[in-house]
Each structure stands twice: as structure tokens, then as C-alpha cells.
């Protein structure tokens, strides 16, 4: 499916729609957004490419947390800044595309419905960039929009990551070419000091980078806002902290869903 960047009618917010969309009702729009972006994406990863034309310090996976909850959950404050919108989360993955990035996990929380960008959102990572794209969904409720949307992603690289309780009711989607992925993270998989978020490029719904999913929303490992640095200086920061040195200290279903051991579990499951 080929895809065109623009300004939506409503809000004026960026969006990704199809030729057709861009032909028949904004003809004044700029269809050349997409290679722009793609164009901006292939100078972000030469600058910083070493001589040899290896990446200083390559991502392999984007977690993101698109819905507030996800952000709150390590955190007894509210967030006070402005959540990242559709244009955002397109900027966060076209910079850890150009960094090497392969798989992006989304945290939901329990409803598709309630993040209105979030199929644009999906879209662009896989026919853009070819993610490999996991959805966490923290219930087992879909509606018939969700299972219509879940249906236009492109099935073998997309991936509904579930808890073990609602996998059970979740596989009538298998027959409809939906991959399962469950979500629990078992105690012998992880690792007491973790240094699996020096591959990961992790993100909050108000842009704050942390290092991993496991310690959203606590100041000891912030890392900075995707809006005032480039991920790529924040990754090559030696000053930030880009491992978790003590993972007994948070709750085990921090770990549910990290992107890493989703993508060994999704390797493991397709071999032959």
C-alpha cells in the first residue's frame, strides 16, 4: 500500500493517507511529505555512521507507550506536558529506523479504540521502515474496527502481544492471520542487571525517554525528551543511564512485553 504524509482537515495534524485520499479531497495538500521524511530519515543515519559505514551505537527495537497510563505507572504524578501526537510518534520512528531499528512494540494498555493515530501510526513502521510491529493489549477486548484495522497491517510482520489470562479467549484471531505473542516476562528470563535497554529506544506518550519499559516514569532513569534531543545523541550519551543495574527491585511485570525477548519469542515460534 503506498502511503503520502500531510496535514489531516481536522486539527491541522499531520497524518498518512492513500493516493486516492490525497487525489480526491486535498488536492492542496503536499504529497511529497513522505520522501521528505524518508530523505530526512537517510541523512539522520549517515551522520551518524562511522567511517567504516557502521552505526556508532545501532537501536534494534522501539517501545513505546502511546496511551498516559503506560507512562504513569512507575510514577505517582501526573504528566504536565503536552502528550506526543501523530506527527511525534512519526518522527520517533523514523529516527530509530534510521539507527537500525527492526521491531517496535506499542504499549495500548486496554483498548486499540481509545489511540485514534494509532493504525497510521503502524502503518508508516511497516510500509516505510519494514518493523516487525507488537501491540500490547493489557485486555481481551476488540472491537469489529479493531479487528478490521488489525486485518490491514501487513500479517507476518505484526504481532498481538497479550497476557497469558486473555490468550485463551484471543486465538479465534490465528484463523484470521493474527499472530499471538504472549506478554508475561518469566523470572528466568530476566536478567538481574539488564543491559537490553542499550538497544532500545523507549518513549513515553509525553515524549520522555527512558531506559526501558521496566523503569517508565522513574527520574532516576529519565533520559531526556524525544522533542529537545536526538535519539541518536541521547543513545551515544555515556553520561545517561542505558542499563537497568538492578532489575530484582522492580516489579516482574515491568518486563511484560519487552521488546527483545517478544522478538526471541516470535523467532523461536516461526523456526522450522
Known amino acids: ?3 503520502y504524509g500531510g496535514m489531516c482537515a481536522d486539527q491541522g495534524r499531520p497524518s498518512v493517507r492513500s493516493k486516492t485520499y490525497w487525489n480526491k479531497n486535498q488536492r492542496g495538500a503536499d504529497p511529497f511529505e513522505m520522501p521528505k521524511r524518508v530523505a530526512k530519515g537517510i541523512e539522520a543515519c549517515r551522520s551518524h555512521m562511522d567511517e567504516d559505514g557502521t552505526v556508532a551505537r545501532p537501536l534494534r527495537y522501539i517501545w513505546i507507550y502511546v496511551t498516559e497510563a503506560g507512562l504513569l505507572q512507575n510514577s505517582k504524578q501526573s504528566s504536565s506536558k503536552d502528550l506526543l501526537g501523530l506527527d511525534g510518534w512519526l518522527n520517533v520512528i523514523d529516527e530509530s529506523a534510521s539507527m537500525g531499528a527492526e521491531w ?3 504499549y495500548v494498555g486496554a483498548s486499540l479504540s481509545q489511540v485514534p493515530y494509532l493504525w497510521e501510526v503502524c502503518a508508516w513502521a511497516q510500509d516505510i521502515h519494514q518493523l516487525s510491529v507488537g501491540l500490547h493489549l493489557t485486555s481481551n477486548c476488540l472491537s469489529e474496527d479493531d479487528l478490521e484495522r488489525l486485518g490491514r497491517l501487513v500479517p507476518e510482520k505484526t504481532y498481538l502481544i497479550a497476557d497469558k489470562a486473555h490468550l ?5 484471531l490465528e484463523s484470521k492471520g493474527i499472530r499471538l505473542c504472549e506478554a508475561n516476562v ?3 528470563e530476566r536478567d538481574t542487571h539488564c543491559t537490553k535497554p542499550g538497544e532500545i529506544a523507549c518513549v513515553g506518550a509525553d515524549g520522555s525517554l527512558f531506559s526501558c519499559g521496566l523503569v517508565l516514569g522513574d527520574e532516576r532513569y529519565a533520559m531526556g525528551d524525544c522533542r529537545d534531543r536526538s535519539l541518536d545523541d541521547v543513545k551515544n550519551d555515556e553520561s545517561l543511564p542505558h542499563a537497568v543495574p ?7 511485570s515491568g518486563c511484560d512485553a519487552c521488546p527483545p525477548l517478544m522478538a526471541m519469542r516470535v523467532l523461536e515460534n516461526e523456526a522450522p
Open 246 to 252: 538492578d532489575t530484582s527491585a522492580f516489579p516482574h
Open 186 to 188: 518469566q523470572d528466568m
Open 168 to 172: 485463551a479467549s484471543l486465538r479465534f
Open 104 to 106: 517496535m512494540v506499542v
Open 1 to 3: 500500500m503506498a502511503l
